[in-house]
Nanobody, 118 residues
Framework: QVQLVESGGGLVQPGGSLRLSCSCA??????????MGWYRQVPGKERELVAT???????NYADSVKGRFTISRDNAKNTVYLQMNNVKLEDTAAYYC??????????WGQGTQITVSS
């Protein structure tokens, strides 16, 4: 069983930066996972992909965040990060960490809220 815990959410002004962290347990399991990533969801809409990274560190980004967000992983810390720069109002959402042994998300964190507001 993979357990994911997100942190780093909160309120940020447009144009600002924020970094989300996703801690993965049990320790060491991150080495066995095919993919980890971030999705987001706003009320009334489907959950959408933000960014993913594979075991070989191949990354994939939604067009809406390319050039602004960066996903990275620190296997020694069992953690995946999402660096969010130049955030926009439309980035407001609940952000969910995901992990899987395949290209399809299987495990989810509880989510962390990001609110972009001036």
């Amino acid at each position: 069983q993979v357990q994911l815990v997100e942190s780093g959410g909160g309120l940020v002004q447009p144009g600002g930066s924020l970094r989300l962290s996703c801690s993965c347990a049990p320790s060491g399991i991150i080495f066995t996972l095919y993919m980890m990533g971030w999705y987001r969801q706003v009320p009334g809409k489907e959950r959408e992909l933000v960014a993913t990274t594979t075991k070989s560190e191949t990354t994939n980004y939604a067009d809406s965040v390319k050039g602004r967000f960066t996903i990275s992983r620190d296997n020694a810390k069992n953690t995946v990060y999402l660096q969010m720069n130049n955030v926009k109002l439309e980035d407001t959402a609940a952000y969910y960490c995901t992990a899987s042994y395949s290209p399809t998300p299987e495990y989810w964190g509880q989510g962390t809220q990001i609110t972009v507001s001036s």
